[in-house]
């Protein structure tokens, strides 16, 4: 990884396309600034994770997958109602 | 009565005040807004979002609780916007929302769920946003079970 030590109000420059800005930092966060073509995608590294879970959800096939899931937690679910039976 | 067509459930009878509406839609589905919870106790405690403009985008839930029993919520101001509270009105009380998890369930692999982005429903105005956490707190990809023992069927 290339690390680029940068203050607030400098630039860098990525491609003949891309400017990113330290706009203002903080303690706990620094604000960007980002001059971009429309076409080049910019987006925060959690929604693309989100992003590829929401379709990797969507491709299950059926529900047969996820019948080992459903017995496991209602497995979960009766021994931890049982533990929180008083002693008989 | 309006008819969905779902991916796992065939084709169902629903209630137009059932539907859930996701103004932003969902990461990977932005373009669907309109969805459908469908509870069904065959498959419960899982729950599945079934989107109502394309049939074959329907994805598995679990109440993040059940996953994560001390899981804590944190909401945007823009999530609370998309969800109808407006700043200036009370935070929404717990029995307010429903809060699901996102299930990934790979053919052999672990099951997981994504914890840093929660499916979060406005009960009674029924809108609802995927909810992608700014913090590092919880992860994208939480195995659902500590032991993968009896998943794999």
């Given amino acids: 990884m290339l690390v680029i030590r940068r203050r607030a109000g400098e630039s860098l420059l990525i491609g003949d396309n891309v ?9 706990s966060y620094v604000k960007l600034g980002i001059r971009a073509p429309q076409s080049v995608p ?23 997958a996820v019948s080992g899931l459903v017995e496991f937690l209602r497995k979960n679910e009766s021994e931890s109602s049982n533990k929180s039976q008083p002693p008989r | 009565m309006p008819q969905a067509h779902t991916k796992h459930f065939a084709v169902i009878d629903y209630d137009e005040s059932a539907v859930l509406t996701f103004p932003l839609g969902l990461p990977a589905f932005e373009h ?4 459908l919870l469908i509870e069904e106790p065959s498959v419960a405690p899982l729950v599945f979002l079934q989107s109502l403009d394309e049939g074959a985008v329907c994805l598995p839930l679990l109440p993040a609780l059940q996953v994560e029993p001390d899981y804590e919520l944190s909401l945007s101001p ?14 929404p009380g717990e029995n307010a929302l429903g809060c699901f998890v996102v299930i ?3 053919g052999a692999g672990a099951v997981t769920a994504n914890l840093a982005a929660p499916v979060v429903v406005n009960l009674s105005m029924r ?8 913090d590092t707190r919880y992860s994208y ?5 500590s032991t993968t023992e009896g998943l794999c069927s």
């Fill in chain 2, 141 to 145: 990809r939480q195995p659902v079970a």
């Fill in chain 2, 78 to 91: 823009d999530d609370l916007e998309t969800l109808g509270f407006t700043a200036s009105e009370q935070l």
């Fill in chain 2, 127 to 134: 809108l609802g946003v995927q909810a992608v956490r700014f």
């Fill in chain 1, 42 to 64: 910019i987006l925060r590294k959690e929604i693309r994770q989100t992003y590829d879970q929401n379709l990797a959800a969507s491709n299950l096939s059926s529900l047969e």
């Fill in chain 1, 19 to 27: 400017e990113i800005e330290i706009l203002a930092l903080t303690q």
């Fill in chain 2, 104 to 106: 990934t369930a790979p």
């Fill in chain 2, 32 to 35: 669907l807004s309109r969805f």
